[in-house]
């Protein structure tokens, strides 16, 4: 079983910050792409950031910041300036081989919430 958590969403101001992480567990033998998407109320889920760092949604490009951490299995997405329409859930992706072959896994979700 492999399991995709995220952590660090919340309440913020307009202009405020909030970093995401995401950590991958459970039966792994390597990882490979990783990446973050979101999904407004009412909207289709869209991706914002990733696999490659230097990857992003033109709607994020120079407020938001995706790393990763390969020895702890984590990804993060670092997000400053946040405006109101960046409320959404945030989901991460990632492509994960337990010994035979990828397969791509979802986390469960991070709700984030920008007020004006």
């Known amino acids: 079983q492999v399991q995709l958590v995220e952590s660090g969403g919340g309440l913020v101001q307009a202009g405020g910050s909030l970093r995401l992480s995401c950590a991958a567990s459970?039966?792994?033998?390597?990882?490979?792409?990783m990446g973050w998407y979101r999904q407004a109320p009412g909207k289709q889920r869209e991706w914002v950031a990733g696999?490659?760092?230097?990857d992003y949604a033109d709607s994020v490009k120079g407020r938001f910041t995706i790393s990763r951490d390969n020895a702890k299995n984590t990804v993060y997405l670092q997000m400053n300036s946040l405006k109101p329409e960046d409320t959404a859930v945030y989901y991460c992706?990632?492509?994960?081989?337990?010994?035979?072959?990828?397969?791509?896994?979802w986390g469960q979700g991070t709700q984030v919430t920008v007020s004006s």
């Open positions: 992706n990632a492509r994960i081989s337990s010994g035979s072959g990828y397969r791509t896994y």
């Open positions: 459970g039966s792994i033998f390597s990882i490979g792409a």
């Open positions: 696999p490659v760092t230097t």
